[in-house]
């Protein structure tokens, strides 16, 4: 079974908005482009402009929330006209919901939906999506609602080269700087960065839980694990949007960090 079909799972209900939408709390949003208060524009006038414009690749944002601290959004957008959307709550011990569906173009606006029930209605202006419509509510002012494009880490020239090495799946963390590569084919590779040499373990067959892979690993008499999530993940260090997010527990102590897939090749 190829590695990206383990890692997903049945999507959740989509996360209303609507809370949100009678009582709009001030949250910083990135507002990079002036638009009208309410965006209510006639058809004609977006087909001139968004009729030919499609979303590719991930878009990012936090949208009102009426009580908690604001809803970081995020959604990828397919190829092949599916989505990928996760929305996570600030400020609540809460994990986030995930969901997927199908998009479509139709008069300048992109429709998402889930089991032919449409969710959310977008704008699309240069990189940055704008939500009119959440659940049949009509959005007043869609600056507070906008979604920036995120580079996705895979466009990064770094990757290439691991992948040459035949390593199928890497992440890494911060403070302290670590690094994970693991090759299906072969090994697992953990490293810090004021170690002289990795810790090397031989490929284990991970388990697969509802929510996340797991691998249980051991080097002489230190037992350590990894965890990978399919998750969002910002990495802190630059503006790369990771598709994992992933923890690793060594010798008691726990790393966390971003990951990234690299090739999609069976388990051994």
């Known amino acids: ?11 959740l209900v989509f996360f209303s908005c609507g809370e949100g939408l009678q009582k709009e709390n001030t ?7 002036k638009i009208q208060d309410t965006i209510i524009v006639k058809d004609s006038i977006l087909n001139s402009s968004l009729a030919d414009s499609v979303p590719t690749g991930a878009f990012q944002g936090i949208f009102p929330c009426t009580d908690c601290d604001g809803i970081q959004q995020t959604i990828l957008f397919n190829n092949d006209k599916t989505f990928k959307e996760e929305q996570m709550i600030w400020s609540k011990n809460e994990s986030p919901k995930m969901s997927t569906g199908n998009w ?14 449409p969710v959310m209605e977008l704008i699309k202006k240069e990189d940055t999506l704008f939500a009119v419509n959440i659940n049949g509510v009509i959005i007043n002012n869609s600056s507070k609602y906008a979604l920036i494009k995120r580079p996705l880490a895979g466009a990064s020239p770094l990757w290439d080269k691991k992948r040459l090495q035949g390593i199928n799946f890497a992440a890494s963390g911060n403070e302290p700087f670590w690094s994970l590569e693991i090759d299906y084919e072969k090994s697992i590779s953990f490293k810090l960065a ?3 040499k990795p810790v090397i373990t031989g490929i284990e067959k991970p388990v697969l839980n509802k929510d996340s892979i797991f ?3 051991k080097r002489d008499t230190t037992k350590w694990s990894i965890t990978i999530f399919p998750q969002f993940c910002n990495d802190g260090m630059s503006d790369y949007l990771y598709q994992y997010k992933v923890n690793v527990n060594y010798n008691g102590i726990l790393y966390k960090g971003c990951g990234i897939m690299l090739s999609k090749k069976n388990y051994q």
Do not use: C, E, P
């Open 104 to 117: 479509q173009r139709k008069n300048g606006r992109i429709i998402l939906s889930q089991n032919n029930t």
């Open 194 to 196: 004021d170690w002289k």
């Open 1 to 11: 079974m190829k590695f990206h079909a383990l890692l997903s799972f049945a999507a």
């Open 27 to 33: 949250v910083l949003v990135q507002d990079t482009t």
């Open 215 to 217: 691998y249980k690993l």
